[in-house]
């Protein structure tokens, strides 16, 4: 199957190439061609790094541990729907309505932000970027369920172009690409990303869930529900009012953006781009040790509020601090790249969280903010730790002099 394809491949590639009749949508070929096969071509001079696996391979392999996330997401969509109806389902319904509400989504953040670029490859005649491959199942993951797709295409156009395309493409940009999208949604539509309602999908759809939605209920995430309690011991409740605590959070049945309320799926995905050696380990456990430790000082000394008293194992698992800590943070291109410096980077973006949660009470999640404000400061971390090396050198070669 694999030479069949490889062959047909062969016959389409000279109406791409200079003189074909297609030559101006070489870059779009090639894009595809580079997809299904590695590249077979090598540098010939100079002093370069071999590898089996290029750029495409590593981003297909973010996004192969992204899967668990996002099926468990759309599982909770439907779970959260049927129970906010007061109606019973089983798995495959359940699953078949998230999936549905969930897809789309996923498909306009593809055509939108890959066709972007497609279009800036075909105008500087260059290969088409792979970075959108990982970005594409990023932005869907991160949004309330109820995001109207045209806002969806909208913050994935910008994003794309003035986060990513305006620096140089792959590997240029400052910012965390999905995060900015995220970020554009939430200052540019802030009613559509938050409140009680925009996390719980309750009408019907698709000809699923053939009930009437409940007069009142309560589709505000945990967090959202600790920063406005008013009493610093606030009992945790789902939708309904059923108490939820700790397991419920790391399981994450609970209303929340489509693929961060389960933090087992995230450690799932966490465990495949570690052994593979994708994601630095570093970054992960130094995210997670900073808002422990953050969390545990407003436990102790903070104000007296439900936010503050919060306990803080709940933090880790509750909103989108896992998710962030896994797939955000981690990110090499806008995190720090030397080895101390990861470590200083992500205790920063985990301690910076737990304070933006804590004592903003207007914005409970804080990992968003966190992780674009530490990609400001990546490339001075970096800078201070390098200074630091070479001056311990120098100290240490003029004391052995």
Not at 149 to 159: E, P
Request: charged share 15%; proline share 4%.
């Amino acid at each position: 199957m694999r030479n069949k394809l490889r062959k047909y491949v062969d016959k389409l590639k000279p109406h791409f190439m200079k003189g074909g009749k297609l030559e101006k949508l070489h870059s779009v070929f090639d894009g595809f061609e580079t997809f299904l096969f590695v590249p077979n071509t090598t540098s010939k001079n100079g002093t370069h790094i071999h590898d089996a696996i290029d750029s495409k391979r590593t981003m297909i392999m973010v996004v192969v541990a992204l899967i668990p996330a996002l099926l468990f997401g759309m599982f909770n969509v439907g779970y959260q729907h049927y129970l906010a109806i007061g109606e019973a389902a089983g798995f495959w319904d359940t699953f078949l309505f998230g999936a549905l509400a969930v897809l789309p989504i996923v498909v306009v953040s593809y055509l939108v932000g890959l066709g972007i670029e497609f279009v800036v490859a075909q105008i500087k005649g260059h290969e088409i970027q792979e970075g959108f491959l990982v970005s594409g199942m990023l932005i869907p993951l991160i949004v309330p369920v109820d995001t109207p797709l045209w806002m969806i295409a909208v913050a994935t156009a910008f994003s794309v172009i003035f986060a990513k395309e305006v620096f140089g493409g792959t590997g240029m940009n400052i910012f965390n690409v999905a995060l900015v999208a995220r970020a554009f949604l939430f200052f540019a539509y802030p009613t559509y990303m938050s409140g009680d309602t925009v996390w719980v999908r309750t009408g019907t759809t698709f000809g699923l869930g053939g009930g009437t939605p409940v007069d009142s209920y309560s589709g505000a995430t945990v967090l959202g529900e600790v920063a406005t309690s008013t009493t610093s011991n606030a009992q945790l409740t789902d939708i309904v009012g059923n108490p939820i605590g700790f397991w419920d959070g790391f399981l994450g049945l609970i209303p929340g953006s489509i693929g961060e309320t389960s933090t087992l799926a995230v450690l799932l995905g966490a465990a495949l781009i570690l052994l593979t050696g994708i994601a630095s380990w570093k970054v992960m456990l130094s995210v997670f040790t900073g808002g422990a430790l953050m969390a545990l000082v407003f436990n102790n000394f903070g104000p007296d509020t439900a936010i503050a008293h919060f306990p803080w194992y709940n933090h880790l698992v509750y909103g989108g601090f896992a998710f962030g800590a896994v797939f955000m943070a981690t990110d090499p291109v806008t995190a720090a790249r030397t080895e101390n410096g990861k470590w200083i980077y992500g205790f920063l973006i985990g301690a910076l969280a737990i304070i933006i949660r804590v004592l903003n009470p207007g914005y409970p999640e804080g990992m968003m903010l966190a992780i674009l404000f530490m990609n400001i400061f990546a490339p001075l971390i970096d800078y201070y730790v390098v200074d630091a090396n070479i001056k311990k050198r120098l100290k240490r070669a003029t004391t052995q002099k």
